[in-house]
Structure formats: C-alpha cells, structure tokens
C-alpha cells in the first residue's frame, strides 16, 4: 500500500473558542480511531504555532539555524496525518473525513515510491 500525507492548513491567528476546539478535538480523535480500525493509520500529531521553529539551512558552506518560520504565510502546517491506502482515491476519502473533523483544508500527497512491506 502506498502511504500518503495529509496536511492540515491551519490559518494565522487565534484558535478556536474552548467549546469549538473541543468538539473538533473530539471529532479529531474518532477519525484517528476509524483510521486505526481500517488499517490505514501509520502516524499523526499537532504542531506547535510557526513561532516555535527554528530553520537550519546552509549558506555559503555554513551551517545557520535561525528563529521563526522558513515562511511567512497567512496559513501554516498546523498538523499532519501519515496514512496507508491502497490508491488515491481511497487517500482522499481519508482527506475528506480529516476535513470534516478538523474544519480545515487537507492537503492530500502521496509520498514518493511503494511503501516498505
């Protein structure tokens, strides 16, 4: 099976309302559950707000890391979810179902190759 990111577009800004954020935690964590029972679960996890990174890149043979977002951007990776799915369809199905749960955009990509057996 191949295995596919599903990228949650999180938009700048405040989150939700304590009581919104709770019923999308809830319904987050059924969809976590409903991907676990059909197999397809491989990994998923939140992220900190964009001030958190700290970028490492090279720059004249030099190794700099520096504070803050590589971008910057009126929306952000805010989570992500690895999945297994037999074919595109399938992975976008799972799309779907994230962006009911979360409210929020999904970017489904699969990655590059066959996933290892």
Do not use: N
Not at 44 to 52: D, E, K, Q, Y
Not at 90 to 107: D, F, Q, V, Y
């Amino acid at each position: 099976m191949k295995q596919y990111l599903l990228s949650v577009m999180q938009p700048d800004g405040e989150p939700p309302a304590p009581g919104v954020l709770e019923e999308i935690m809830r319904d987050l964590d059924t969809f976590h559950r409903e991907l676990r029972a059909a197999g397809a679960w491989v990994f998923a996890g939140g992220l900190h707000a964009p001030s958190t990174a700290t970028v490492v890149g090279v720059q004249d043979g030099d190794v700099l890391t520096t504070d803050g977002p590589y971008a910057e951007g009126k929306e952000h990776l805010g989570g992500l979810c690895i999945i297994q799915a037999p074919d595109l369809d399938s992975a976008l199905e799972w799309g779907r179902k994230a962006a009911r749960a979360t409210t929020l955009p999904i970017e489904v990509r699969p990655f590059q190759g066959e996933a290892a057996g």
